[in-house]
């Protein structure tokens, strides 16, 4: 497959700590997707990034095709037998006709042009095939430890989101999606950090990226003080959650 021209990249310069600090996907999610795809054969995780979703579908497809715009990104995925990785844009996979039974997008579909992906996950897909998309907003820890984070996300890097974030906001209640749609079941995400690793996880948010870049400095510095305050010893375990926001449909 051909590599892709510009695209909106706000991860390469990070990605291995996009890699270490990003949760993981719920088991429950893929099984769910396979159960609704009317074959097991092959599946394209676009916009896969470092292929979280990619190896998540590889228990359960015999294929997986896993493309993302971004090399960096891709040289932090994990291999596996299953999943072919290359690099491509969502608009354009580079994918035969009607090759594949279920394609996925992790918390990416924002960024696409979705008209083009849409038609492209048509013509990709087979009939009846699933198109599954989703995202996920703030995390939630604990009422003092959220509000933290809440401040420093709106307050202090606010102004550096991408405008395309509110659709994660919104949890893509206002994306048009143009298939008929499943109803999945409620899902989440869970991890056990301790703080280190949630101050990781939170520069690896685009805004934290962007204001760095901007002004020379780490907006995360601002509130290390009192998400120490708030979180108890450093090395103290607690549970991370994030809700799932998922739009499943099937081709016609």
């Known amino acids: ?34 159960e609704v795809s009317p074959g097991r054969r092959a599946a394209w995780d676009c916009g896969t990034g470092n292929g979280q ?28 037998r299953r999943v072919a990785y290359s690099v491509a844009a969502a608009e354009d996979s580079g994918l035969p006709d009607g090759s594949v039974e279920l394609v996925t997008a992790a918390q990416a579909a924002h960024w696409f042009d979705r008209d083009r992906f849409w038609s492209e996950s048509r013509r990709v897909a ?24 809440r401040h420093l996300y709106s307050d202090i890097v606010g102004s550096y989101w991408p405008p395309e974030r509110v659709l994660t906001e919104e949890r893509y209640r206002t994306i048009g999606f143009p298939f008929p749609e499943l109803e999945p ?38 509130v290390r003080l009192d998400l120490a305050r708030v979180w108890g010893p450093a ?9 799932l926001a998922l739009r499943v449909g099937r081709t016609a």
Do not use: N
């Open 53 to 80: 979703a990619a190896l998540g579908l590889a228990r359960h497809f015999e294929r997986v095709f896993a493309t993302d715009p971004s090399e960096k990104q891709l040289a932090q995925a994990r291999t596996h």
């Open 235 to 243: 090395e103290q375990a607690r549970r991370a959650v994030w809700d």
């Open 1 to 34: 497959m051909a590599g892709v021209g510009r695209f909106a990249d706000h991860f390469s310069g990070h990605a291995p700590d996009y890699a270490r600090f990003r949760p993981d996907y719920p088991p429950r999610l893929f099984s769910y997707l396979a």
């Open 185 to 222: 079941p409620p899902l989440r995400m869970s991890k056990r950090w301790t703080l280190p690793d949630l101050l990781g996880y939170l520069h690896t948010w685009s805004s934290v990226q962007r204001y760095m870049a901007a002004r020379g400095e780490d907006p995360v510095e601002a």
């Open 126 to 149: 087979v009939k009846g095939g699933v198109v599954a998309v989703w995202c996920y907003d703030l995390l939630r820890i604990a009422p003092a430890i959220d509000a933290v984070i």
